[in-house]
């Protein structure tokens, strides 16, 4: 039996980390995945492994049919991890409208505290039943805790490298739910209607909008989040295709037109002036190419830099991706550390969702990068809308950042209104000549800089990422079609 219950806690420790990857996924789509969705997350899932250790130590004292009750904690177990995604479709959205941070923590508790509870409960359970059998106390918890945390080493690289991107968060849950469920029956030999009654309600529950096929051309996860295609109608009644991760916009193109309907596309498309000797550009952040096309358009030889394949996937089966772009699926500072290819325009267009990677714009890597500029090339950076106060702090180091490292600097944006605006960062080593829409706001006051040794986006854009996913939750979810 003890054999058995080494496998059982195998199982538990790979559980515990794929609820944990999966369900930080699951809540991605309404609130991304900042640094407060994450610190919920970790401190959620910290709390429940917490309590339910202690709650697992007080029942292995007070139960005397311990084996009986480790075979019902597992099945909880098993049961709310089968029940994640259902949850985060059907319940999530509507927390979603309370505050922000409210929201994230009554989310991340109502998704992940049931399965994780009940999973750390299980390690004093499995201690307990084994030191019965052997007064090696010391040996026993440590093998439990060793055995345990390699099932979550393991599940974590299968779910991060293989699965999630693979087979979709439902699925990826749904297995190790259901390998638990059915481990924990034939290792104990039991189980009773009501167990097997839930257990098919949930798989059914599951299947119920896995299947769902809606207006969305192509639905699934991959490396950065959940990916999205979907076609939608405008108010003029034109077909709009959009591409989105985590729910929010990344790509908006007329069907009819072929071009993007983005306002920060034609403000680009007003700052680049079309090249008669043919010039090379990159763009850092492919999405769904429509600046790559843009940027062929104006005569450029075109490489597109994307992490994650499935965008680049998207861009070219639903985006028209012009065939003259070569796309590297790689990390964008990666790129740039092993290239000495010289550009004569580089777009840098890393938005995760409403996130920016801060490795990619440090002061190290600003200066590496100047070995991929011509003598006579232009940097831009496309960037969120906010310039004063504390939502700005982010901006300004961006700023400070750049002009540190010798870069003269011009800033571009269409609109005043820093909620629903982007700014274009226009960049180059030698003087700028005035930039159409170029602004003239000052900036929030900081002397900080952004560097590898201190990577300061996460937490100075991050009041600036709240927001801006805020406002696009409370209002263009809620609208039927876009408004362009």
Same mark, same amino acid.
């Given at each position: 039996?003890?054999?058995?219950?080494?496998?059982?806690?195998?199982?538990?420790?790979?559980?515990?980390?794929?609820?944990?990857?999966?369900?930080?996924?699951?809540?991605?789509?309404?609130?991304?995945?900042?640094?407060?969705?994450?610190?919920?997350?970790?401190?959620?899932?910290?709390?429940?492994?917490?309590?339910?250790?202690?709650?697992?130590?007080?029942?292995?004292?007070?139960?005397?049919?311990?084996?009986?009750?480790?075979?019902?904690?597992?099945?909880?177990?098993?049961?709310?991890?089968?029940?994640?995604?259902?949850?985060?479709?059907?319940?999530?959205?509507?927390?979603?409208?309370?505050?922000?941070?409210?929201?994230?923590?009554?989310?991340?508790?109502?998704?992940?505290?049931?399965?994780?509870?009940?999973?750390?409960?299980?390690?004093?359970?499995?201690?307990?039943?084994?030191?019965?059998?052997?007064?090696?106390?010391?040996?026993?918890?440590?093998?439990?805790?060793?055995?345990?945390?390699?099932?979550?080493?393991?599940?974590?690289?299968?779910?991060?490298?293989?699965?999630?991107?693979?087979?979709?968060?439902?699925?990826?849950?749904?297995?190790?739910?259901?390998?638990?469920?059915? +481990?924990?029956?034939?290792? *104990?030999?039991?189980? #009773?209607?009501?167990?097997?009654?839930?257990?098919? %309600?949930?798989? &059914? /529950? $599951?299947?119920?909008?896995?299947?769902?096929?809606?207006?969305?051309?192509?639905?699934?996860?991959?490396?950065?989040?959940?990916?999205?295609?979907?076609?939608?109608?405008?108010?003029?009644?034109?077909?709009?295709?959009?591409?989105?991760?985590?729910?929010?916009?990344?790509?908006?193109?007329?069907?009819?037109?072929?071009?993007?309907?983005?306002?920060?596309?034609?403000?680009?498309?007003?700052?680049?002036?079309?090249?008669?000797?043919?010039?090379?550009?990159?763009?850092?952040?492919?999405?769904?190419?429509?600046?790559?096309?843009?940027?062929?358009?104006?005569?450029?030889?075109?490489?597109?830099?994307?992490?994650?394949?499935?965008?680049?996937? +998207?861009?070219?089966?639903? *985006?028209?991706?012009? #065939?003259?772009?070569?796309?590297?699926?790689?990390? %964008?500072?990666? &790129? /740039? $550390?092993?290239?000495?290819?010289?550009?004569?325009?580089?777009?840098?267009?890393?938005?995760?969702?409403?996130?920016?990677?801060?490795?990619?714009?440090?002061?190290?890597?600003?200066?590496?990068?100047?070995?991929?500029?011509?003598?006579?090339?232009?940097?831009?950076?496309?960037?969120?809308?906010?310039?004063?106060?504390?939502?700005?702090?982010?901006?300004?180091?961006?700023?400070?950042?750049?002009?540190?490292?010798?870069?003269?600097?011009?800033?571009?944006?269409?609109?005043?209104?820093?909620?629903?605006?982007?700014?274009?960062?226009?960049?180059?080593?030698?003087?700028?000549?005035?930039?159409?829409?170029?602004?003239?706001?000052?900036?929030?006051?900081?002397?900080?800089?952004?560097?590898?040794? #201190?990577?300061?986006?996460?937490?100075?854009?991050?009041?600036?990422?709240?927001?801006?996913?805020?406002?696009?939750?409370?209002?263009?979810?809620?609208?039927?079609?876009?408004?362009?």
């Amino acid at each position: 039996m003890i054999k058995k219950l080494i496998l059982l806690s195998f199982i538990e420790g790979a559980v515990v980390m794929a609820s944990e990857l999966c369900g930080a996924k699951l809540l991605a789509p309404i609130f991304g995945s900042s640094l407060y969705v994450w610190a919920s997350v970790m401190g959620i899932t910290l709390a429940a492994l917490a309590l339910g250790y202690f709650f697992g130590g007080v029942v292995s004292e007070r139960s005397k049919q311990h084996s009986k009750r480790l075979f019902h904690v597992l099945i909880f177990a098993a049961l709310f991890v089968m029940l994640m995604p259902v949850i985060s479709r059907y319940v999530i959205p509507w927390i979603s409208y309370l505050p922000f941070l409210l929201a994230v923590v009554l989310s991340t508790f109502i998704l992940l505290f049931p399965p994780v509870f009940f999973l750390g409960a299980t390690s004093p359970l499995f201690i307990f039943i084994q030191t019965k059998e052997s007064s090696a106390a010391g040996r026993v918890s440590g093998t439990v805790y060793a055995v345990s945390t390699l099932g979550g080493i393991i599940a974590t690289f299968l779910c991060g490298f293989y699965l999630i991107p693979a087979i979709g968060l439902t699925w990826c849950l749904l297995g190790f739910g259901a390998l638990l469920f059915i +481990a924990n029956c034939v290792i *104990f030999k039991s189980y #009773k209607a009501i167990h097997l009654l839930l257990f098919a %309600a949930f798989v &059914y /529950l $599951n299947l119920q909008f896995s299947f769902i096929k809606s207006q969305q051309l192509f639905y699934g996860n991959s490396i950065l989040g959940q990916l999205e295609v979907q076609d939608l109608l405008n108010n003029n009644k034109e077909t709009i295709r959009i591409l989105k991760i985590n729910n929010i916009v990344q790509t908006e193109m007329n069907v009819k037109t072929k071009r993007s309907v983005s306002e920060y596309v034609k403000l680009l498309d007003t700052l680049i002036n079309y090249s008669y000797k043919q010039k090379a550009a990159l763009v850092l952040g492919l999405g769904g190419g429509l600046t790559a096309n843009l940027l062929v358009d104006k005569n450029y030889v075109t490489d597109g830099v994307e992490f994650d394949k499935g965008i680049i996937d +998207a861009a070219q089966n639903f *985006f028209d991706l012009n #065939k003259t772009v070569k796309p590297v699926c790689e990390d %964008a500072r990666y &790129y /740039l $550390n092993g290239s000495n290819k010289k550009y004569d325009l580089i777009l840098v267009d890393i938005f995760k969702a409403e996130e920016q990677p801060s490795h990619v714009i440090t002061i190290e890597s600003l200066e590496s990068l100047k070995k991929n500029l011509t003598d006579s090339a232009l940097l831009i950076i496309n960037w969120h809308g906010y310039i004063k106060g504390e939502k700005g702090m982010g901006t300004s180091i961006l700023n400070n950042t750049l002009q540190q490292t010798g870069y003269k600097v011009k800033v571009c944006s269409v609109s005043d209104d820093e909620n629903y605006r982007n700014l274009l960062f226009v960049c180059s080593l030698q003087d700028l000549k005035k930039q159409p829409y170029e602004i003239n706001e000052s900036f929030a006051r900081t002397k900080l800089v952004n560097t590898d040794d #201190k990577p300061l986006f996460e937490k100075y854009n991050a009041l600036a990422n709240k927001t801006w996913r805020s406002n696009y939750l409370h209002y263009y979810q809620s609208e039927p079609t876009r408004k362009n």
